[in-house]
């Protein structure tokens, strides 16, 4: 019996990798002129590091991979990003040597969710988190950055949705008010947000089944309750983006997903053919007590993930071409045993100078290999003949002119070096 993919997973086949190798350089070469540097940590960690006493959101408890080793090690795949970064940067203490750290990490998540179009139970996402500091300039920065990635894929309308949600005594006094927005709507909630109304009222604001509740239309903002602080605060992060000409709006409802985040939160848009809602591409925000509760000092971090199917989804439903695959710059067309292994030789030799070359290996005719070599976008013709061996010289066929010259083949190297204009 042939064995499957497990649910919810995907293979990357050889003709589509290199979209995923492009859209991966995109965001390392961002990153770098950013001078921001990557950090990979496990994609499993002990299980505390996803399922804290505070974190309740419903990700967390409902979507982990939780799993004993052998060693009855309690384990979790883990299901985003920031919360592994952030139990490295405690662990290895880099906050004893850089007062602020920004790192970026991209690499696969599991999530046990319901599979569907774009959404799998391993996928990946690249983020950053800028730990160890608490300046309206680094959230502008973040936010900057994650606007500037998408404008440098090619999207069209790129734009961020913004909002705070101040610090922790704002965040009480909202919380505290839509409990008691609620509270008397919660016979008509659903049944995630009924558990959520005492735990993390906030999230009803994004729960996708009540989206339409006529309650969530009514609901509070977090703009009212900001003390003098948060507004000020909130109030310098915008005069940042004015000043870059950002293009942003308010958005009063964002509030997000993870319970952890304090003052800025942010979402990135682009205009994307047939998205529909599905337009975000990346989100964060502002984070005060995870460091802490990590077993780290009490310092405030900032970061923000995109979902990197959704990114190659949307560069596909946009037309963007990232890159091309790589074409063939020579296949040695070889027939004979005797010929093979000079073949074997002049191919060693090409490589060696970074000429991407190859030949065929299941004993084609001639015009099976030609064949071969033309659908690999080959662009010479490496034809080595009984006859030609004999003469120590190779027929050297250009696809794109058709003109064929005869070249030593010692030559071989520095005739194609020329032509590729390689040197
Ligand atoms: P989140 O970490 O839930 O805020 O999600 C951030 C981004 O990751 C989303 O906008 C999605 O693009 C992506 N994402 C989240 N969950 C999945 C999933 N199960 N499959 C694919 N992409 C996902």
Known sequence: MAINKVKGTYDVLPTESYLWKALEDKIRSTLKVYNIKEIRTPIMEYSEVFHRQSELSDMVTKETYDFDDRGDRKLTLRPEGTAGVIRAYVENKLYATQELEKVYYIGPNFRYERPQKGRYRQFYQFGVEAIGAVDPALDAEMIILAYD???RLGLKGVRVRINSLGDDESRKFYQQALIDHFTPHESTLCEDC???????????????????HPAIKEAPIPQDFLNEFSKTYFQEVLEHLNASKIDYEIAHKLVRGLDYYSHTVFEIEADIEGFGAQN???????Y??????????????IGFACGMERLLLALEAENVQLAKDTDLDAFVIAFGNEVKTTATKILYELRKADIIADMNYTQKAFKGQLKQALRLNAKFLIILGEEEFKRGVVGIKNTKTEVQEEVLISKIKKYLLEKLEKK
């Not at 009924?194 to 339409?212: E, F, T, W, Y």
């Not at 975000?280 to 502002?286: F, S, T």
């Not at 005060?288 to 971090?301: A, H, I």
């Open 149 to 151: 990635f998408i404008k």
């Open 280 to 286: 975000v591409l990346g989100g964060g925000g502002r």
């Open 194 to 212: 009924k558990a959520r109304l005492s735990k993390n009222p906030l999230r009803i604001l994004d729960c996708k089944v009540d989206q339409k």
């Open 288 to 301: 005060q007590k995870l460091v802490s509760e990590l077993g780290g000092p009490d310092l405030g971090g």
